[in-house]
């Protein structure tokens, strides 16, 4: 069941995206956030062998089974987070990066992660005028149970307040920050620990790119309440 | 025989500061690799990392961090942008086997670079939070050393520091896709070079004609979360100049105990 080969034929200096049949699990065991249980992993491998040449290329990651849903509060106007069904108080932590100079070493990043599980915590912000933080520090995130909101690079004193009035238009080059947000979403989007994509920080991003980021984030209607089978 | 996998060049980089080498990219990556010594600009570099890491760990500057040494460090706003352009350069080996490919990837520059392998140039354009992967299998010397120099340029509106601080400096950071702290905030000085370098992972790659680009796994559950589905995707990219037939596989496993898996 947790086994597929598939063929298939890629033309001369083509692209091409292909999507397995969907793996059925019976009770896995699941990746819960730091407090509420333990933070389960599975091994997902892909490998694709090319005839007359053999193994031509692997790729693999760790993955939880979890489902994050949040919603803002109508009587409180506080954004409500559940992990697979069961309601969450959040105990978080503002981040910003581990090291100034951008020395980012994986053991930096586990000694920090591991500082705020410890600390009892289960979310990590990650703020708009920072980074958009790296693999390393998501797999921590995936190993200690530390849910992570990541915000996009808008903040409210460089994009459109601050002293004097800044420039509510986001960066120059929009397409650029488009192209840099759908590339690092490619590379995060696998992380258990991935809780929520904002924005920016304390602002919201100029329309175009508001609406363009909501649309990449957009869950698939197959992910939503729909059953398969 | 080289195999399938990454390895990641974090190691025996070298830096110099643009206006104090002479010479071009190709010179730097053909016939005048950089000397170290008294006389020489190049020192050891710091990658991942930035120009002001680099400068740092050679003592060039006081660590900005500590006390206020920050402020004995000069700012790009009153330095200009060439001050932080700084060549990167580095060597290694490759050696491939036939139809495999080899690959140069970068996971994050500030702000944008012009790459020179053994004499042969590439852009890679401004963006500081995207990937860059090249194919240099035609480049590279199959059963050699290799010799790779980047000159990497500061983002196009480093701003200057207002006297008096304040949030994101005169906010033209902002113009750039970059981050913004780097022009100083309530909770940080400003950053000197803001954070120009080679500041993640570099890497090289081998594949064979087909490569396999960011997979998407999602799950959905049903059934008070006993019935589990794992749906994945990836993209395929063939190399060649010819049809190809794979065999593509995806399997799931857990760690039971050490060294002992279910699938």
């Known amino acids: ?6 063929q298939v034929s890629i033309p001369a200096h083509g692209r091409v995206q292909h999507t397995f049949p969907q793996l059925f699990f019976y009770k896995p065991n699941l990746w819960w956030p730091n407090g509420m249980g333990k933070q389960s992993l599975y091994e997902v491998s892909i490998t694709v062998d090319v ?10 990651q760790p993955f939880g089974f979890r489902k994050i849903e949040s919603y803002i509060d109508s009587a409180t106007g506080g954004r409500l987070f559940k992990v697979n069904g069961q309601r969450i108080f959040i105990r978080g932590g503002n981040w910003i990066l581990s090291d100034g100079l951008l020395r980012l070493s994986r053991e930096r990043y586990r000694a920090d992660i591991k500082f705020h599980a410890d600390m ?4 990590i912000r990650c703020w708009g005028g920072g980074l958009t933080e790296r693999p390393e520090f998501y797999h921590y995130c995936d190993i200690y149970g530390l849910l992570v909101w990541q915000e996009f690079w808008i903040t409210g004193d460089v994009d459109g307040r601050g002293i004097p009035i800044s420039n509510p238009n986001g960066p120059l080059d929009h397409d650029l920050f488009l192209l840099c947000a759908r590339d690092t979403i490619k590379l995060l989007r696998n992380h258990p620990s991935l809780a929520l994509w904002v924005g920016g920080n304390e602002q919201v991003p100029p329309d175009d790119l508001n609406k363009a980021l909501k649309s990449y984030l957009k869950l698939h209607p197959l992910f939503q309440n729909s059953d398969p089978n | 025989m080289s195999g399938i996998g990454k390895t990641v060049l974090d190691s025996g980089w070298l830096a110099a500061r643009s206006t104090e080498v002479k010479l071009s990219g190709v010179q730097l990556t053909t016939t005048h690799p950089p000397a170290t010594g008294a006389e020489s600009p190049w020192m ?7 120009v002001l ?3 740092v ?7 900005p961090f500590y006390g206020l040494e920050n402020e004995t460090i000069i700012d790009i706003g009153d330095s200009g942008r060439e001050y932080y352009t700084f060549w990167f350069f580095t060597t290694f080996q490759s050696k491939l086997l036939e139809n495999q490919h080899l690959h140069l990837n970068f996971r994050g520059i500030n702000y944008s670079a012009e790459l020179y392998l053994n004499g042969h140039e590439k852009v890679l354009p401004k963006g500081m939070f995207r990937r860059h992967s090249l194919d240099v299998t035609n480049i590279v010397h199959p059963d050699g050393k290799n010799l790779l120099a980047v000159l990497v340029h500061p983002p196009d509106h480093p701003g200057k520091i207002p006297a008096e601080g304040g949030q994101g400096g005169d906010h033209e950071i902002g113009k750039d896709v970059a981050t913004q702290y780097v022009e100083g905030w309530d909770w940080i000085a400003p950053i000197r070079d803001r954070n120009t370098g080679i500041w993640d992972e570099v890497s090289i790659s081998v594949t064979g004609p087909v490569k396999i680009i960011d997979p998407h796994l999602v799950s959905s559950l049903f059934d008070n979360y006993k019935r589990v589905y794992l749906h994945a995707t990836t993209e395929l990219e063939n190399t060649t100049d010819s049809v190809v037939e794979c065999s593509l596989n995806i ?8 060294n002992i898996c279910l699938l």
Request: aromatic letters at 6%; charged letters at 25%.
């Open chain 1, 1 to 6: 069941e947790h086994l597929q080969t598939q």
């Open chain 1, 51 to 60: 005839k007359g040449h053999g193994e031509s290329d692997f790729w693999s």
């Open chain 1, 120 to 123: 009892n915590f289960n979310m």
């Open chain 2, 44 to 50: 050891e570099a710091v990658v991942p990392g930035t």
């Open chain 2, 53 to 55: 890491a680099t400068l």
């Open chain 2, 57 to 63: 760990k050679n003592k060039v500057v006081p660590d």
């Open chain 2, 251 to 258: 399997q799931v496993s857990t760690e039971l105990e050490e």
